[in-house]
Each structure stands twice: as structure tokens, then as C-alpha cells.
């Protein structure tokens, strides 16, 4: 998304000091983004009676969505509905490793505050419909930009590993859960196959 070629023109005679007047001055007539939204869906907020030790709540929804549009399909419409909660799991999973904390709780705020020229929109991620945020997305993965790919890189590792890793998400992959534990025995292992 490139602004229009008119826009580009009245922004080429402007200094830096007068550019970051006239973003002031904009911020303060309430003609930029401001990050407040009005009350987020239930799914995007963490399960009644789960407290976060590593994620704000901010980078809880904005995982969440995140991982939501990525997994897709099924998998989505089960993060709706409550059924997994892999931001949830992150929360936890961080919680042995709190050196990995920081930084994706700053990449997380990355990917929720920052506007264009950073990234392809103008409002928080949370508060962008689906197809926004897709676009968003698709814009990380494919930038010639070395950190948009590596934020790209990490919010997707981590919401893969998390969702896939709840037991809930099994029956969607086929995967019987952790062979010679429970139910599932080291024969079982022996027969099972992948599905295609």
C-alpha cells in the first residue's frame, strides 16, 4: 500500500522538523491512530481465571488474532470459540524462558501499534478485520525489509508451536498425541501413518 502520488508530492518539500509538526498537530486534531479500541471479542482475551506472567494482555489479543489468521480454517474458528487458547499457552511456555519474553512481547507491540510506512495499515492489528490483517501479514513475509521477515518469522514460530502443541488441536492433524504415554502405546507408533 503506497500512499497516492499526490500525498507524496505535498510530503517531498517538508523538513523534518516541520514533518513531525504537522504528526503532532495531526495527533492532536485526532486525525491519526491512537491504539485505543473499543472492547475486544472474549476470545482475545485471556480465559476467565488465567493470570499472564509474560504477556500483557495487549500482546495476549494481538497473539491470539495472529494465530488466528495464520493457522486458519478450523483452527481459527476453534481460537474463536474458546476450544484452544494458544496465546494462553504461550503465556505459560514463557514462562521458562523469560529471556525470549521481551522481545516478542516488543515484537507483538510492533506488529499492534505500528502504522504505515512501518506496516501496511492505520490501525491497531486487533482492530483490523480479517482480511487486514491477512494483508498485514503477507506484507512481514515478503518484505525486502530484514526485520519485517524476522518479526514475521518469530510471531509465526511461536503461534505454531503453541497451537499445535495443545492437545485440543490433535484430531485437526490426525496426530494420536505422545506415543507410550496414556493411551496411545509404543505399538500404536508402529502403525501409525501420515495423513496427506
Given at each position: 500500500?503506497?500512499?497516492?502520488v499526490a500525498l507524496e508530492e505535498a510530503?517531498?518539500?517538508?523538513?523534518?522538523?516541520?514533518?513531525?509538526?504537522?504528526?503532532?498537530?495531526?495527533?492532536?486534531?485526532?486525525?491519526?491512530?491512537?491504539?485505543?479500541?473499543?472492547?475486544?471479542?472474549?476470545?482475545?482475551?485471556?480465559?476467565?481465571?488465567?493470570?499472564?506472567?509474560?504477556?500483557?494482555?495487549?500482546?495476549?489479543?494481538?497473539?491470539?488474532?495472529?494465530?488466528?489468521?495464520?493457522?486458519?480454517?478450523?483452527?481459527?474458528?476453534?481460537?474463536?470459540?474458546?476450544?484452544?487458547?494458544?496465546?494462553?499457552?504461550?503465556?505459560?511456555?514463557?514462562?521458562?524462558?523469560?529471556?525470549?519474553?521481551?522481545?516478542?512481547?516488543?515484537?507483538?507491540?510492533?506488529?499492534?501499534?505500528?502504522?504505515?510506512?512501518?506496516?501496511?495499515?492505520?490501525?491497531?492489528?486487533?482492530?483490523?478485520?480479517?482480511?487486514?490483517?491477512?494483508?498485514?501479514?503477507?506484507?512481514?513475509?515478503?518484505?525486502?525489509?530484514?526485520?519485517?521477515?524476522?518479526?514475521?518469522?518469530?510471531?509465526?514460530?511461536?503461534?505454531?508451536?503453541t497451537f499445535y502443541a495443545d492437545p485440543?488441536?490433535?484430531?485437526?492433524?490426525?496426530?494420536?498425541?505422545?506415543?507410550?504415554?496414556?493411551?496411545?502405546?509404543i505399538a500404536d507408533a508402529m502403525t501409525?501413518?501420515?495423513?496427506?
Amino acid at each position: 500500500m503506497r500512499p497516492p502520488v499526490a500525498l507524496e508530492e505535498a510530503l517531498a518539500p517538508l523538513s523534518r522538523r516541520s514533518f513531525l509538526r504537522a504528526v503532532g498537530a495531526a495527533a492532536a486534531a485526532g486525525l491519526l491512530p491512537t491504539g485505543c479500541g473499543g472492547e475486544r471479542a472474549p476470545w482475545l482475551r485471556p480465559p476467565a481465571g488465567t493470570a499472564l506472567h509474560q504477556l500483557s494482555a495487549r500482546g495476549y489479543a494481538v497473539l491470539a488474532a495472529a494465530t488466528a489468521r495464520l493457522v486458519g480454517g478450523t483452527g481459527a474458528v476453534w481460537i474463536a470459540e474458546g476450544r484452544i487458547a494458544p496465546a494462553a499457552t504461550a503465556d505459560l511456555w514463557l514462562d521458562g524462558m523469560p529471556e525470549l519474553a521481551g522481545p516478542l512481547g516488543q515484537g507483538l507491540l510492533v506488529l499492534e501499534f505500528a502504522v504505515f510506512p512501518l506496516l501496511q495499515k492505520l490501525r491497531p492489528f486487533t482492530a483490523l478485520p480479517p482480511a487486514g490483517q491477512d494483508g498485514v501479514l503477507a506484507d512481514l513475509a515478503t518484505s525486502q525489509i530484514g526485520w519485517k521477515r524476522d518479526l514475521f518469522k518469530g510471531v509465526r514460530s511461536v503461534a505454531f508451536l503453541t497451537f499445535y502443541a495443545d492437545p485440543a488441536a490433535r484430531p485437526l492433524i490426525g496426530h494420536p498425541g505422545p506415543f507410550g504415554r496414556g493411551t496411545v502405546t509404543i505399538a500404536d507408533a508402529m502403525t501409525y501413518t501420515v495423513r496427506r
